[in-house]
């Protein structure tokens, strides 16, 4: 078992470090010492397209929801595909921080600073689409149980309702973990800043981090704390999410299986997510050596993992739809087939079903460039995933006689490509001022690597705690 322990330790860490070395490589991105050329480029495109969302947005405000492609019989369109395909995209982070932390997986450290600030991130972007689909945005507020001059309350009994809950609880516990976690960072860059406001800026955000053994208890309460209130919000979130389908009576929506079936395919999504973004800020800041090729195969196999529990729901709905023998759910099936929407279908089979499985394969999972290209295949498929539910349990409905065809305008693309547009320039500014790994836990496990090395043969391996390391 020592062995193992020094093994598995070990790969965490490549080369020679030193804590001084760790914090240094770390800590001097976001000091802003040295940047990738790579880095302005894909900064001034994402900048672009945040100009291209505040357009699409004014013009929005401007004419109405008109501008859009919804029609009827599709009421839904292109705001509610991006809003669950965003909510899905920001449920890596919890896992990786929340989850992963109570279970003392030490595969996280390298990796949970990056996911959390996507699913802030990640998670403003899916906030925009119901709050500008409900058509007036500026009365959004009669949405919360808060007394207003109209002396109405919100519709409890509707599903929409319950979003509003789901979604601001798991961006507010997000955003207070995010920030718990970063507190004893912001100390370090607080005490190795070089200019003045830098020194203003990181002092207040550090909140007097004096790095006292008083501080590391209070600090573990608060964030163990923090990690068992957004476990479960992993879990209910995108079920709630899954009840805006669920809780009708349309054929394609109205399943039991969509509350694990979303919330498999939401760590799906949110895993490939993080290896998109990932794999290449891992090349250009050179951060192999605390971002191994471990922690790129282990995304890899949950990725797998959750990838065929979303083929699995697949096969399911298709299963129980022609097992029930009713002619609508039959229909169903055929239409998305054979029907005008097929090609997004077969197209969402092969992204997220086929291609997926040659993660089986070690060598595809420690090949870097593979690796980013199934992850881009991932995105797409899961966001066709959420096309197919949407539109093509909309366009043919009880009634032929009200069939009709979606066709998103130009309006649904613009306000799409600038919500990717604003999450890559948040991410950047992330990686630019923040450090984008945890600096006192992977100090931590560099203490906890240099007690594996030591021991002798034979000894248990002992946890350290965190305090130790750090003070």
Not at 343 to 356: S, T
Request: net charge positive; with cysteine; proline share 5%.
């Amino acid at each position: 078992m020592q062995e193992v322990a020094q093994r598995e330790t070990g790969a965490l860490i490549e080369g020679k470090h030193t804590y001084e070395s760790i914090t240094h490589k770390i800590a001097s991105v976001a000091m802003g010492y040295r940047h990738p050329i790579a880095w302005y480029i894909v900064t001034a495109i994402a900048a672009a397209g945040v100009f291209m969302l505040i357009t699409a947005i004014a013009w929005l405000l401007l004419r109405g929801v008109g501008i859009w492609g919804i029609n009827q019989p599709v009421g839904w369109g292109f705001a509610i595909i991006n809003f669950v395909w965003w909510i899905g995209i920001g449920h890596a982070g919890t896992l990786i921080s929340a989850i992963l932390l109570l279970l003392r997986q030490q595969w996280r450290t390298s990796i949970n600073r990056f996911a959390e600030a996507m699913t802030i991130f990640a998670v403003m972007c899916a906030g925009m689409f119901p709050l500008l689909h409900v058509g007036r945005p500026w009365v959004a507020y009669w949405l919360l149980p808060i007394p207003n001059w109209t002396g109405a309350w919100p519709q409890f009994r509707s599903p929409l309702i319950w979003d509003v809950f789901a979604v601001t609880t798991y961006f507010t516990v997000s955003l207070l973990f995010w920030f718990t976690g970063l507190i004893p960072d912001f100390a370090t860059l607080r005490d190795r800043a070089k200019k003045r406001i830098s020194q203003i800026i990181y002092g207040v955000l550090a909140m007097g981090w004096r790095n006292s053994a008083k501080h590391w208890h209070r600090y573990e309460s608060a964030y163990l704390l923090l990690a068992g209130l957004s476990t479960p919000l992993v879990v209910s979130v995108h079920s709630i999410v899954s009840l805006d389908f669920a809780v009708s009576l349309l054929p394609g929506w109205h399943t039991t299986i969509f509350p694990p079936y979303f919330v498999a395919g939401a760590i799906y999504s949110g895993f490939a997510m993080v290896l998109t973004l990932v794999i290449p800020i891992r090349a250009w800041y050179k951060m192999q050596d605390v971002l191994t090729m471990k922690h790129l195969d282990w995304m890899a196999k949950i990725m797998l993992a959750t990838g065929l529990i979303v083929f699995y729901g697949y096969i399911m709905e298709i299963f129980t739809a022609l097992y029930s023998g009713h002619s609508m759910e039959t229909f169903l099936v055929k239409n998305r087939f054979f029907g005008p929407y097929a090609p997004f279908f077969w197209a969402l089979l092969v992204c997220n079903g086929l291609i997926p499985q040659v993660l089986w394969s070690p060598k595809v999972r420690q090949n870097v460039a593979l690796l980013f290209v199934i992850s881009l295949i991932v995105n797409v498929g899961m966001w066709l995933e959420r096309f197919v539910i949407v539109v093509t349990s909309l366009h043919r409905d009880f009634l032929p006689s009200s069939w009709g065809m979606y066709y998103p305008t130009i309006w649904d693309v613009m306000l799409y490509a600038g919500t990717i547009g604003f999450f890559t320039f948040m991410m950047f500014l992330f990686v630019r001022f923040v450090p984008m790994i945890s600096i006192f836990e992977m100090r931590d496990l560099l203490h906890q690597t240099d007690r594996h090395r030591q021991a002798p043969a034979g000894a248990p391996a002992t946890p350290v705690a965190t305090t130790e390391v750090s003070s």
